[in-house]
C-alpha cells in the first residue's frame, strides 16, 4: 500500500540554534514547510532577527526546498512594529507564551489584559495568533484551566485567527466546535500515549512534554478528530529536540523529539484505522485553507515497508533521542 502526501505541512516546529539546529533541520525535510517556533535564547522577537534565523535554517537545510512560516515571540506591540513585521519575507504568526509556562518562556505575557491592544491591531491587520494554552495549576489540568481565556479571546476578537496549540483535552476539542475563529494543532504523541506511558511505569524522560500527555479519553477523542478529518484541526509535530543529556538527567527538560518519523507513524496509525483518505487534510488541506498557504510543491510517497528508527541522531557534537528511538513502525518513506 502507498499513498502520496502533496505538501506535507508541520504547523509546530522547533528547530533550535547552532549545532542543535544543523543537526534537525534536515530531519524535517520531508516536509514542505513548517511553521518555526521563536523559543530560542534569547526570544525572537524583531523582524530582523527572524530575518537572520530564516537564514541560517535555510543554510541547515542545505539544498532541500522548505518553507519557513517564522513566528515572533509575543511581546506588546505597536501598529507600526506590526506592519513591519507583516511585510517582513516569511513572516507568519506571533506566538503567544504565559510568562515561565515552557521551554524559554520566561519572557512571555503575565496578564492578558496588557496584551489586549496589540491582539485588536492584530486583529484588523489579519496576523493570526498561535497560543501556548496552559495555566500555572497543576500539571494535569493546566489546558482545561486555560480553555476560558481561549473562549473570551474568541469571544472578545472574532475575526482574529486564533490556534489553539498542541491541544491534548477531549474539552479542547468541544471549544474549538463551538468558534469559528479557533483553530488547532495535535502533536503525533497526544495522538498516541497518555501519562501512564510517561511515569505510569518506568520513567520516560524522551516522552515528557509540555503539554503533558493526559487521560486515554482525551487521546481517544484527539485521534478520532484527527481521522475523521475534523476540519480545523492540523498536524503540528511539536518535535521538540533537546541533548540527550538534558533529557536523561534529573531536570528533565521538556520535549519529544518526532520530525524524523512523524509522517511515516501518522500514515501507520490513519492505515490501521482505515482513515488513510483523510492524512492530506490532516497534514496540509486544513492548514492551506485555513491561512490561505501555498506551500512550495513538494510530493512524499509513504509506503507501508517497515522504517527503523535509529536509536539516536547525532553530529555536530549533538546526540537527540527521537521517539520509539530502536523500534520499528510499519510504514516508511519512499526514497
Ligand atoms: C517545547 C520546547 O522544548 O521548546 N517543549 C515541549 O515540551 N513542547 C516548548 C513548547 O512547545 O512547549
Ligand atoms: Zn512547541
Same mark, same amino acid.
Given at each position: ?10 504547523? %509546530?516546529?522547533?528547530?533550535?540554534d ?19 517556533? =521563536? ?7 524583531e ?23 517564522? /513566528? ?29 509556562? /515552557? ?28 497560543? %501556548?494554552?496552559?495555566?500555572? @495549576?497543576? #500539571? ?8 476560558? #481565556? ?15 496549540? %498542541? ?18 494543532? #495535535? ?10 506511558d510517561?511515569?505510569? @511505569? ?14 486515554? @479519553? ?5 485521534? *478520532?478528530?484527527?481521522?475523521?478529518g ?10 521538540? =529536540? %533537546? ?5 536523561e538527567?534529573?531536570g ?27 492524512? *492530506? ?12 498557504? /501555498? ?5 512524499? /510517497? ?23 528511538? @530502536? ?9
Amino acid at each position: 500500500m502507498e499513498i502520496t502526501l502533496d505538501s506535507p505541512l508541520d504547523m %509546530h516546529l522547533h528547530l533550535r540554534d547552532g549545532d542543535m539546529l544543523k543537526l534537525v533541520a534536515p530531519l524535517s525535510g520531508d516536509f514542505a514547510g513548517a511553521v518555526i517556533m =521563536p523559543n530560542l535564547v534569547p526570544p525572537v522577537t524583531e523582524p530582523g532577527g527572524m530575518l537572520a534565523y530564516n537564514q541560517r535554517i535555510r543554510e541547515a537545510m542545505g539544498n532541500t526546498p522548505f518553507s519557513c512560516y517564522m /513566528t515572533l515571540f509575543f511581546t506588546k506591540q505597536n501598529e507600526q512594529q506590526l506592519a513591519l513585521a507583516q511585510s517582513t519575507p516569511s513572516f507568519f504568526a506571533y506566538k503567544l507564551y504565559p510568562a515561565g509556562i /515552557t521551554t524559554n518562556s520566561e519572557g512571555g505575557v503575565a496578564r492578558l489584559a496588557e496584551a489586549e491592544n496589540t491582539l485588536k491591531l492584530m486583529e484588523e491587520m489579519g496576523i493570526p495568533l498561535l497560543v %501556548h494554552g496552559e495555566s500555572h @495549576g497543576f #500539571v494535569m489540568d493546566r489546558e482545561a484551566e486555560f480553555l476560558g #481565556v481561549y473562549r473570551q479571546l474568541a469571544q472578545q476578537f472574532p475575526k482574529l485567527r486564533i490556534c489553539m496549540e %498542541h491541544i491534548t483535552t477531549a474539552a479542547a476539542l468541544d471549544l474549538l466546535d463551538e468558534f469559528e475563529n479557533l483553530c488547532a494543532t #495535535v502533536t503525533l504523541q497526544h495522538l498516541i500515549i497518555t501519562l501512564d506511558d510517561v511515569a505510569g @511505569g518506568a520513567l520516560q524522560p524522551h516522552l515528557f512534554c509540555k503539554p503533558i500527555a493526559k487521560r486515554p @479519553g482525551d487521546r481517544d477523542a484527539l485521534l *478520532q478528530a484527527a481521522l475523521s478529518g475534523h476540519p480545523r484541526l492540523m498536524f503540528g509535530s511539536d518535535s521538540a =529536540p %533537546h541533548p540527550r543529556c538534558k533529557k536523561e538527567a534529573c531536570g528533565c527538560a521538556a520535549g519529544v523529539f518526532t520530525a524524523p518519523l512523524a509522517l511515516p507513524k501518522l500514515a501507520e496509525i490513519f492505515a490501521r484505522h482505515g482513515a488513510l483518505c483523510q492524512l *492530506q487534510s490532516f497534514v496540509s488541506g486544513n492548514a492551506r485553507r485555513i491561512y490561505g498557504l /501555498t506551500p512550495l510543491a513538494k510530493q512524499v /510517497t509513504l509506503q507501508n515497508t517497515p522504517m527503523a528508527v535509529p536509536g539516536s541522531y547525532r553530529s555536530y557534537g549533538q546526540q537527540v533521542v527521537p521517539m520509539y528511538a @530502536g523500534e520499528h513502525i510499519s510504514w516508511s518513506i519512499k526514497s
